[in-house]
Every structure is written in C-alpha cells, then in structure tokens.
C-alpha cells in the first residue's frame, strides 16, 4: 500500500484525474483567525523622523551688492557684446548710482515674492565695516533664526584662495579683501550664503576649512582653561550653514549676452521668467511658432493665483523640483533642504532650475550641502512639456483673447501614480509622484481623486504612511479637516485613521486644530457607513488616549453619548472599538466616569459581555476595567457601581477566549488597586484558612497507580519544551512556582525568619517580579492558590470568615483565584502577578501583629525538599535548584526516569528557633524580602508606588493589537483568497490529497475487509497510551499518555514529537480530537478536570504551540473522583479498575464536528455542554437527566442529534435544536453496566451502535423504542472503536487480547501476542482507535507499546 509517501513526493500532475472535494474549501476552520496565530501586541513603533523638530524661519536677509557700475574688475576679460542684465535691469542705461540703487531694490523685491516677512538690508558696494556691522546686527536681531547672506561680485576681483571675497575702500579707489572666516564670525549660525561671482566654488571649499578649524579651537579651549580663546566668547559653529555658489573654483560666470549677467540669481529668485526664456533659446523652441521672447514678457496671471498661466506653471514647476529633490536626496537632507524652512526650500527647488540651465553653458552650481546631479532627471522633460503646452497657447490668448486651457499635467501625474498603485510588485521603489500628489491636494478640481488615491498608497502599510508623511504631507490633510465637503470625508476619515495607526502622536495637533470635532461629527452621522464611522471612533480612540487634553475635548464633543448609541450597531469592528474609546476616554479622567455613570454607561456596556465576536467582549472588559480603574475619590455611590460592574465581570470566569479571560485578570486588577485593603483583608484569612484545612489530595501518587507502573526503561526520550510554557513558566517544572508561605517561620532572635529561596523557579520568564518590586519569588505557590481555590470551593468557610464570606471582595478573590489556576499559561500568570502582589501587602500589613502571635506559625509547613533538593546545600553560597517538593503539583518536564513520584515524606515543622533547612547559607538576620545578604532592606519598609506596580506591569496589548488593523492593508485581497498564492497552492494540495485518501480507502472497505491482524507499526511509546487518534489524512498518529503527546509517523516508523500538555499532576488526559484535519490540523486535548488545549506546529520540526485553551467544563473537581487509596491497594485497583469504573470517573468526553464548528463536551457532570468554536463561547447546556457521569459523545450535524453513552448504562438520545427541558427525546436502557461506547453512524438513516462494558452490542434506530439488533462479545471490555466506513468494530480487553468484529458479528480476527523475534504477549489494552478511512486499527496497552494493525496486504 503506497500512499502517503508517494504523495508527498509526487508532483501535482499525479493529481490530473483527482477533484479536490468541494466540501473542503467550504468547511469552516476553527481557531485560525488572526487573534490564534498572532501574539496579541502592538506593532513596534518606527522612529518616526517626519516632524521637523526644529522648523525655522529666515527673519534677516543682507543684500550685499559690489557692483561699481562703469568699472569692470581687473580679472576678468569680458566679452563684446557681454551679459548685462542685473536683476532684469540694464546698469548702463542709468546713472551708475541709480543703477545700484534700482537693481537693490528690485533684488530686495525678488526676494519678498519667496519671503515677505523678512527684514531686508541692502548694502551697496559696501567698506568691510559696513559689511562688519550689517551682519552682527542682523544676528544680534535674528537670535537663533536663520539669517541669508546675498553677495553679488560682479564689480570687484574673484575670490581668492586664502578664502577672502572683495569689497571697496571709502574712496573706491581699492578693493579691500573680507575674509570668509571673519564673515562666519559675524553671520553666526545658522545662516545661508548666496555667492553670484566667478570661481565661487572657492568660498565654499574655504568656508569648510575655516569651519573645521574653528572646531579644532574650540575642542583645544575645552581641554586647556589657560589658552587664550577659552577666556573669549567661543566662537559659534558652522555646522548648521548652507551655501549656494554660482559655479565651480575653476569656472567664469557665462557671458552670453542673451542671458543676464546674474544668471544665478535669476534661477534663484525669477526661476519662471529665466526658465520660460532660457526654453525659447533652445532649439526645440521652434517647434512652438509665434513664440518670441518679447511675448513671454506678456504671459497673463500672477504668480500666487493658480488659476492663470503664469500661476499654474509656477505651481508645476513648484511640484516638479519637489518630487525631482524628493527622489534624488537621501531622506534627511530632504527634510532639511526643503521642509525645514520656507526660503529655503525655495532657494534649492530653484537651484535645481540653476543646475539644468547653467549647466548648458558650462558652468556647475556648487551647494553646500552637496546635492547629487539631477539636471538630467527624467522630471525635466513633463516640465519642457507643460511649458510647451503653455506656450503654443499664448499667440491666440494675447491676440484673439481666447480662454486658457488648463495644463493636464497633474491629471496625467495622478493616472501614472494610479498605474504605479495597481501594477505594481510589492517590493520596488516609492512612487516618484508622491509629492504631486501632495500638491493636487491643493486643487478643488482633482483634490477627490488625489485624496482617493493616497488613501490607497498609505493602505499599503506603515512604510507607506511614514513615506507619506516625510514628503510633508500633515499640514495639508490636517487643513483639509476644516472643509465642509461630505464626498471628503470618508476618504479624510480613512487616511488619518492610516496615519494615526502608524503615528499617534498626531493626536495632540488635532485638538489644537480642532480636528476632533471632525470626526465627532463623522461618528454621530448615522448616514455614514458602519466601517467609516469605525474609523472614526478609531481615530477619536487615538486622540483621547493618554492625553488629557484629548479627553477633555472629546468629552465636552459628546464622545460617550455619541458611543454609547453605537454599541449595539450590527458591524462588530465598530462596536469593539466604541467600547475601547469608551475605556480610553474615562481612563483616569474622573470627569468622563461621572458623565459615563449619568448616562448608565456601564449597563450599556454589559450586552457586549455576551457579543458573540471574543474581540467585542474583550474590548468590553477593558471598558468596564478602566472604568472602575479611577483612583479619584471614592464615594457609596461609586462604591456601589464598581461592585455592580465587578460582578459581571466575574461571570466571564468560563469565558471560552485567553484574550477575554486575560483582559478579565487585568480589569479585575484595577479593582484589586483600588480596594486593596478590602483584598488583603480577604488575602489573609484565604491564606489562614489553606493552612488549617487539609484537602484529600488528589494529587495522591498512589491513585493513579493503575495506569502508572514503575518505569523499566532507562533511554527516557527528552521531551521538547513547548512554546507557550518556555515563555511563560520554567520549563523544569511546569509550574514549579513553589515560594510558599509555609516557609514562614521564626528565628532565635524573634524576629521574621529568613524568606527561604529554596524552591526559586530558575527561569527567568517565571521569576517575573511579583512578591515584591525588588524581589525575585511568588509568595504564593501554584499549589498554594490551587488548595485555595478548591478549598473554598467545598469547605465551610461561612463560620471561619464570617459575614464577609460571600462579600464582592472574597468572590472576585476566588475568581482570581480559578484565573490563576487557568490552563491558558499567559491568563494565569497574570492572575499570579495579582494574587502574589496583594498576598506580598497582606504579609507585609499584618507582619507586627503575626511575631506575637508564633503559634499560628509554627503549624505551617515549609514545602519539604526531596533528597534531589539538599544535595545542593553542602556546596555554600551556590543558589539553591529547583526542588520537586511534595507540595508541589507538578510533573516534571523533562520527565524523570521513573515514572512515580517520590514519596512524599513527614512534613518538616520547625520549632520557634528553627530555620528551614535550605536557607542557612544566608546570615540568620536576613529580612523577610530581599534578594540575599548584600541588600538588607529596612524592616518595616513599604515598597513605595506599590499601589502602580500591578497596574503598570499588567497590560494586555489588547488596544495596539487592534490597532494594528488599521496600520495593515484594508483593502487587498487577503492572500488565501489570491488564486496564484502558496497559501492557495498548498490547500489545494492538501484538498487533493484528502480526495484520493478517501477514494483509496473507499476502494478497499468496499471489497471488505476479512482479516485485520497484519502489524504494519509497532513502537515503545514514552508514556502509558490513554488515547490513539489518527489523523484522518496523513500518516500521523497522536498517543496522550496522562500528561504529554507523542506523535508517531505510522509509515515511516518513526517518532515525530513529544511534548508536554501542561495539565496539572491530579489530572489526566482523556481525549483527543484533530480540528481542521482536512487543512490546517490542530490537536485538542481535553483533560479530566474539565480544561481544553488547543495546540498548532506538533509534528513538524518546529516547536508545538498552544493556540488556546479554556475551561470547557467549569464544574468537574477532579476531587469528585479517585477515592485515595494505599498502595496495596492500588495493585488490585489496576485489575479492577475496569470493571469498577464508577470509581475511576468518564473524566472527559468530547465530540467535534468540523462542519459546525461546535465541540460537545461532557463527562463527570450532569450536562452536556456545546461550545461554539467561532465564537469562542458556550453556547447551550443539555442537561442528562441522569444522576451518572457521561462516557461517550456522538454527533451528526445533518440531523443534529447528539448520542450520549453514560456510566449507568443507558444510552440517551437529543435534539439540540429543541429547548433544554424537551431536547431529551429517546433513553435505552437495555444495557446492564457502564455504556463504553456509543456512536451514531453519520447517513441520514444511520443506526446507533452502543456497547457496555459487559460486551453486549446493540443497535437502536433513532425512531424505535427498542434496540434492533444485539451482538455478544467479549466479557471485561476496556475500549472499544467502530470503524466509520468499513463496518468493523474491534474490543480492546483487560484479558490481554483484541478482538476485531465485522457487521455481523463474526470475530475476523484475534489478536493477542505482537509479532516479532519474541512474540510477547499484549498487555492489557488501554485504548484503542480505528483509522477514519484507511482499515487501520490503533492500540495501546499498559506496557507502554502502541501497535496498528491493518487488512491483509494484498488488499492495500
């Protein structure tokens, strides 16, 4: 039979004849959805560097202009004709000092187009005074601002190499040099140079020398008082300067007389009217007719109005050198060149216009900082474009007066930007049009389909969002908020809910800008669609919390009114995140409380306890947590309201999701800090009573003796740690957290003894910090909380505390208590934090009253080390290990080489001087708290902000971990829903190979099967088998011994995994089932005192983790079973135990049914109870009618019958569709003694099969009183199966044999030694499980061996 194997390996051609079942693409699955595979957390928040911290402005700006008229400089040869033009003005056609004083004041006028509120000082042709006194005045006004030195050079020598620039005499009879290290002396910083001269370049390389010296004297100031320059004011740094030179150290200025002289300043100041000019120099300008450079002189419109010509192609050319500089610099120089400060990114856009124009005549504009080459960005040539188009209208404008047609520049940018959005691959390079996109945004015409369109860019992720926002994309949207428009605001709503989910720190200029009031009025529009108004609430989330200023505001818009109308909207995203902006808003914000309890708005909140969706309850926990969470003063009033809300919160005890349960431990934390005295109260008389009561410990070694023989093997497999309890507990012992209180005693001197470490936890995840905030040790053991929970449970405590026994205080304290005990590890760590830290403030509260009284003392116990745990203590100061104690109720992982516990021996109870044994290393007057000797803290010492310490580590990422929705993309096709997808791939793969698994199997069941005794597998499993369970399509098989799964590959032989299930000692496993086996499978264990665990990755290499796990049946003490019983007597239990089941208890039975998603639980109670695996909640309770446990479930969903086996022999019959009290609609009582298994075959018309432990067999069809058939086997039967599709059915029996039946009740097979060299005879069977489709039998027995047996092979 070659199956599995070759379908692994083979490709999916093998497939061409198979159809995957439909069916299995419509199955749900359970427990997949994101809050299963995800840790519930917020995203890490990038380093957002958007927001400039330091904007500045240019306040003073020194025109300094050496021009001399009529003169020209000895160095320079100018050409006939030459460049004349200064500022756009002819110097020759007005007196020389005209001339100067014109071109000053048209430079000045430049200037103010780009900065107008700056201060402007000309100083023409000046002295080195002049320019001496000019600056230190402009710095001196300027203080920390930015101040824009403008040097025109036309009319003195170049720069020199000694980095000096020229300046006059009084007379103008000699140029003076003015040394740049001077001029930096009196510019200060930070400022910014324009140098319009010849071999500009020079100043520049000379500044960074000069700047890098002045460094150097100031570093050697700072280490030597006595140098000269340390009693001076220290001269400033240069390093915040930016300079701006016309051309390279090497480089004349181009003299071409179509061009102006100050060819530099033009692009910096003019940059349209030089580069509409410079555009009909070129020679593609003829391609424009009729344009001459006298009628660019006529383009109609102002600058600043973009609706005219001569506006809109200043706003393309504004858009173009941005997204050009956006897409060439480094990300930081950006910001700083063209975000920081308006004239300056003014000044570089056009210097971009420099480069491309000034380049063409050989000259190279030098900035500083450098920027990369960009005058041949493909940028330029949509520019040529938009001025071309522009041009060839201007003939017809001017003379006929015709209208402007607008450029379609910014609509063709938005459709490339579109294209880039829907074609592209996810990893390539940013969109190059996204500072466009920016500018549109300032355009009534496209500004929708502009605003659309970057909601779809930043719905690409957080990397979006942070690109988005560097490009300077706040102010706009933030401005855009005043706008009326309604077709806006879904749109305006989605991209601040991107942006506030990657950057929350928005929220503070949103209610600066009354932006809240924006979405208030989003949320209260009930026209608005359910996910608009989510987000919405989502962002009114962001702005209230932690931020009081946002609270107050949002409180005075209504907010909780606003809510609370919406928490019963059908849409559950909504509804989750109302609830969460109800918690956010009243978080320690008194008045929003009040305005919450006018408005009854925790009553409100008590529907969505029982949402069916576990993100809207947990949500609501939260709300309902922070709520009572106010440390604001307390009156009856509130008194009364938190424990109203606490008592509802305690009834989501059960609840089936870890994230409510653990939202729960922390809301009731809150709690816990503000009525802490009330609890320490409750702490201490919880912690009394545990110790003057002695439970009948179930944790008796002896009592589970039946399954239990002493180890022989010593090659004990180690077993592989597991996820979930590495994080959380030591893995050493599972939850070996046994700090007692036991160990509590007095020393010689009457003071408090020694806090002994003996039994510290050497993981560093579990020695979190709860006894104290500078202590390493629960105070309270696992064991401990466990006796207490199950103490109060059945003892009477009524007369021991008295009236306050059945207060709110000691009910939330038993709820913590069962949360403690919880068997999703993450819930009860947290309830530990709790119980420890309120346990650590009892003792320490009531430590003066307890040294008097000793003898309460001296009956308490220290958990006794073993003999494993003393070695140690001979080695001195070395810490003491982990020791199994007798109190302790765990089972060790790795597991020990023999299987039974060590023997528990006499308690050891100190007398008034005695230490416990372990912690005499330390000195005796070690106080009771601290780490060790070195840090003695002061006795009476109250750790301060205690009252924080448990609401400030307890948290559960529940909020960020929802808001991480928003950050992810919304609107792509989820990746099981993209046909080309591996996900897609591999399900298909696995629905094909579901398919030909069946059509094989079918093919040999229907042939029938007449022997099944071929031994295909047989393997020494790690623990005694309590449950086989094949998994239905691969070749992998789940054996539970009482507390760990071993996974077997029954093909291949060979073991898989093993690991621990994490259920506490006293309990055992029960039962197995494969969830989702036809796709994703996942393993559920369910445990004999009533906890379900979910597990995912077992059998894989990588390391098995648990998904979730709950209480499934809250009511089923394990104490209710196993009577505890001397080891004598165990032995004749283990022959008996079979026959006497009523002792043992059904411990847990489950059913699942894949096409509901509903998992039916019962066992030692008198219900059946059905969970809802997508809701994660209970969703109905059957009761049995019967006064006996249940020991079998079956169900079949078409007819939605469930068939239930119990302990007094009758099988019961229900109809879950029908109410509680009517749903009990047939009873057989045929069979004598305990029903072992009842199964409903799945056909419409199917029989009930139910078989007792007597060996009758009887079949009863569902409509007739009577049984139809009855079939007599084996007496003493342990386990039985009946193979779904063949009709066999095999009995395991204690007499150390299995027999195989087929329909007729014939025996086919007999099956009593193994095959092998040795032919050992089988050991008593314990369990036994038949393939869902292959005939393959499963079998476990006490010997530890687990065997399957198959049809002959000639069949497969």
Known sequence: MKMDADLLHSPAVGFAEEEADMNDWELPLAFMKKRHSEKIEGSKALAQSWRMKDRMKTVSVALVLCLNVGVDPPDVVKTSPCARLECWIDPLSMSPQKALETIGANLQKQYENWQPRARYKQSLDPTVDEVKKLCTSLRRNAKEERVLFHYNGHGVPRPTVNGEIWVFNKNYTQYIPLSIYDLQTWMGSPSIFVYDCSNAGIIVKSFKQFALQREQELEVAAINPSHPLAQMPLPPSMKNCIQLAACEASELLPMNPDLPADLFTSCLTTPIKIALRWFCMQKSAKLVPGVTLDLIEKIPGRLNDRRTPLGELNWIFTAITDTIAWNVLPRDLFQKLFRQDLLVASLFRNFLLAERIMRSYNCTPVSSPRLPPTYMHAMWQAWDLAVDICLSQLPTIIEEGTAFRHSPFFAEQLTAFQVWLTMGVENRNPPEQLPIVLQVLLSQVHRLRALDLLGRFLDLGPWAVSLALSVGIFPYVLKLLQSSARELRPLLVFIWAKILAVDSSCQADLVKDNGHKYFLSVLADSYMPAEHRTMAVFILAVIVNSYSTGQEACLQGNLIANCLEQLSDPHPLLRQWVAICLGRIWQNFDPARWCGVRDSAHEKLYTLLSDPIPEVRCAAVFALGTFVGNSAERTDHSTTIDHNVAMMLAQLLNDGSPIVRKELVVALSHLVVQYESNFCTVALQFIEEEKNYTVPSPANPSELGNLTPVRDSPAIPRLRSVNSYTNIRAVTTARNLNKSLQNLNLNEEGGPAAFSPGNLSTSS????????????????????????????????????????????????????????????????????????????????????????????????APASPTSKGTHIHQAGGSPPMPSTSSSSLTNEVPKPPTRDQP??????????????????????????????????????????????????????????????????????IPEEHDLQSQVRMERQWRFLRNARVKRLSRSITQKGVSRLDDQIFINRNP??????????????????????????????????????????????????????????????????????RVWKNFADQKNPEMVTAWQGLSDMLPTTRGQPSTSAHSLTRRVSIYLDRSKQGAGMVVDWEQETGLLMTSGDVRVIRIWDTDREMKVQDIPTGADSCVTSLSCDSQRSLIVAGLGDGSVRVFDRRMGPNECRIMTYREHGAWVVKAHLQKETDGHIISVSVNGDVRFFEPRTPDSVNVLQTVKGLTALDIHPQANLFACGSMNQFIAVYNANGDVISNIKYYDGFMGQRIGAISCLAFHPHWPHLAVGSNDYYMSIYSAEKRLR
């Not at 100190?910 to 372990?918: E, I, Y």
């Not at 071993?1046 to 055992?1068: A, I, M, Q, T, V």
């Open 765 to 860: 995840s579990a020695s979190s910090t709860l006894g104290s905030p500078d202590n390493d040790e629960y105070i309270l053991s696992f064991e401990t909380i466990d006796k207490m929970r199950r103490v109060s449970s059945y003892s009477s405590l009524n007369s021991l505390i008295g009236v306050s026994f059945n207060s709110v205080y000691t009910q939330i304290w038993r709820v913590l208590l069962h949360l403690a005990a919880d068997p999703f590890p993450e819930v009860s760590d947290l309830a530990m934090k709790v119980l420890n830290c309120i346990a650590y403030k009892a003792m320490m509260n009531a430590r003066p009253q307890r040294i008097l009284d000793s003898g309460s003392l001296t009956q308490s």
């Open 903 to 972: 023997a528990p021996r006499p308690p050891y109870t100190p007398t008034l001087g005695g230490q416990a044994p372990h912690s005499h290393q330390f000195p005796r007057t070690r106080k009771m708290f601290d780490k060790g000797p070195e840090q003695a803290a002061e006795d009476g010492d109250e750790p301060c902000g205690h009252r924080n310490y448990i609401s400030a580590t307890l948290q559960t990422g529940l909020c960020d971990w929802s808001a991480k929705y928003f950050a992810q993309p919304v609107t792509k």
């Open 1023 to 1092: 623990g005694v088998p309590s449950v086989v369970k094949f998994h239905p399509f691969n070749t992998c098989i789940a054996v539970a011994d009482k507390d760990s799964i071993c996974f077997w590959d029954w093909e291949k032989g060979e073991r898989l995994d093993y690991f621990y299930n994490g259920n506490p000692r006293y309990s055992r496993i029960t039962a197995m089932e494969y969830l989702n086996g036809h796709d994703c499978s996942l393993l559920l264990t369910a445990t004999d005192d009533g906890a379900l």
